[in-house]
């Protein structure tokens, strides 16, 4: 995830507002930190902070917008982290906003369990997971190729490869659990690109990345068993 380029978790940035609100906070963020992308401004209920969501991250501001905040709010009685919180609401995707057609399908006994992947060919922790995904049943996976070529640079040509291959589950299985090279030569239309700039509109920063039918983002590799748990709960919802 990219950082706010701020080093100090209370930074103080001018403002020349007169009236505590919403306009003074935007005002000041416009002001300071120009080019980022102010989502949304509300009034928490605590401390009279305000949560900003800049490029996809919640910070809080003072009301008269003089002050920001980094850092996690932790609501005592409860322990709970209402920071990561929000931000794994954030991050949700919708379910229906995905282009399944895009993505390799594997139906695994009856299938009535969704997951979606965001998966890099020649990504360590992609591999690492595959074997996990084997330990699944009655589940749907559905993998789109997304190779990030700053740490992959072979793996966009890969993607098209399999995608390419008449039978292309048979081919990303083969070529993430056995190391076997697409045979194909990757020039078929293909949604390899598509799905870069969808990874990059949905914010998908590293892969593997795995969503769930709820909406929830899971970032990184899991177990099988942890899957599995989250997928019950999800598809419950």
């Not at 966009?156 to 291959?165: A, H, L, R, Y």
Request: aromatic fraction near 6%; proline fraction near 5%; hydrophobic fraction near 40%.
């Amino acid at each position: 995830m990219r950082l706010l380029p701020l080093s100090l978790s209370l930074l103080l940035f001018a403002s020349a507002a007169v009236q505590a609100g919403e306009k003074e906070v935007r005002q000041a963020l416009q002001k300071n930190f120009a080019g980022m992308e102010v989502t949304s401004i509300s009034k928490t209920p605590y401390g009279g902070l305000y949560e900003v969501v800049v490029d996809g991250q919640v910070v809080y501001s003072t009301s008269d917008g003089k002050y920001l905040v980094l850092g996690n709010v932790i609501e005592l009685a409860s322990k709970r982290n209402l920071t990561a919180a929000r931000n794994a609401k954030l991050m949700e995707v919708k379910w229906s906003a995905l282009p399944l057609a895009n993505a390799i399908k594997e139906v695994k006994g009856n299938g009535s369990r969704k997951l979606a992947i965001f998966s890099d060919a020649d990504c360590p922790y992609c591999r690492k997971l595959e074997p996990e995904l084997e330990k699944l049943t009655n589940v749907t996976i559905y993998t789109f190729l997304y190779p990030i070529e700053g740490l992959h640079p072979e793996a966009v040509p890969t993607s098209k490869k399999i995608w390419c291959e008449k039978d292309r589950l048979k081919a990303w299985k083969a070529y993430m659990l056995k190391g076997e090279e697409p045979k194909s030569k990757g020039d078929c239309a293909n949604p390899v690109d598509a799905t870069i700039e969808l990874g990059a509109k949905l914010r998908v920063s590293g892969t593997p990345t795995i969503i769930l039918e709820n909406g929830q983002r899971i970032p990184g590799y899991m177990p099988a068993d942890k899957l599995d748990q989250l997928l019950t709960a999800a598809s419950r919802k």
